[in-house]
């Protein structure tokens, strides 16, 4: 039997150690406080409340960032109300206008333009992001989960732009779990996971599997370092299902890794050499 659930006995240790990573890196670089881009889903919120434990109403900041005709009226009431319940500072602000200004100025380019239109969305909310937390001096924490950073489900320098992925560590079943146990809404918990970038988007029917499905395939290739035809026999799942999330692991590599330095000297800076933080 595989379980990428935790124990229960563990949940207050992960969220202690997460929220500890949070304060220690908002100290470290001198920050005064922390921005979330906060959609409503259950990721954000959980993220928020980990922002909030870890250095305080006050110092944490939630931007709700809706596209007027496309996010739900639900997403928004959800997050608005979660800002409130826990007292931190929030703003509303709609991304249609600057969408509107680059689909004006890229009209004429060639090519797949539904697609980079779709990509862009996430991009404006990422530099809505890092303009607050430049002219506030705070860190913009990531929301992105394990399952999505495996799957590159994610906008290369969109929502995949952050200073820290405190969740990143953990699988969208364990997100679930662990939101349950800090007092998440139940609404926002139980909702059908979405990336909101158009009507009708849900996670699960554009992956082709289901969140458990995914997560237990996911758990075994990458925890387990398990092949894909022991992941297959174990799960008892046909070997193409496993062979389809193993290829996106691999095809999306790029995405978990800053861009590729190509290599001259003898200490190359994305290979050679690295200067942990750790050391200050």
Avoid at 141 to 150: A, F, Q
Avoid at 202 to 215: A, M, P, S, V
Wanted: proline share 4%; net charge neutral.
């Amino acid at each position: 039997m595989v379980e990428v659930k935790f124990k229960e006995e563990e949940l207050e240790l992960v969220k202690k150690a997460i929220v500890n990573s949070i304060r220690e890196r908002v100290k470290k670089f001198n920050f005064k406080g922390a921005v979330i881009n906060l959609s409503g889903g259950v990721d954000s919120s959980l993220v928020l409340k980990l922002v909030s434990l870890a250095i305080g109403n006050k110092k944490t900041y939630a931007l709700i960032l809706p596209e007027e005709g496309i996010t739900t009226k639900e997403d928004i009431e959800d997050a608005l109300k979660l800002c409130k319940e826990l007292k931190v500072n929030y703003e509303i602000i709609p991304i249609n206008k600057p969408l509107s200004a680059f689909k004006e100025t890229l009209r004429d380019i060639k090519g797949d333009i539904d697609w980079g239109l779709t990509n862009l969305k996430p991009r404006v909310r990422m530099i809505y992001a890092y303009f607050y937390a430049n002219a506030k001096k705070l860190l913009v924490v990531g929301t992105s989960n394990k399952t999505e950073l495996l799957l590159g489900y994610g906008t290369k320098y969109g929502d995949l732009g952050a200073d820290i992925y405190p969740i990143g560590d953990l699988y969208k079943t364990q997100v679930w779990q662990l939101a349950e146990y800090i007092s998440i809404p139940t609404d926002i918990v139980r909702k059908t996971p979405s990336a909101g970038l158009w009507k009708g988007q849900t996670d699960e029917e554009e992956l082709g599997f289901t969140y458990y499905q995914i997560d237990r395939v996911l758990y075994c290739l990458v925890d387990l370092e398990l092949s894909v035809r022991e992941t297959s026999e174990l799960l008892n799942i046909s070997e193409n299902a496993v062979m389809d999330l193993y290829e996106r692991i691999v095809k999306n590599e790029h995405k978990r890794r800053p861009p590729t330095i190509t290599k001259i000297s003898r200490m190359c800076l994305d290979k050679d050499w690295r200067y942990p933080v750790e050391r200050f």
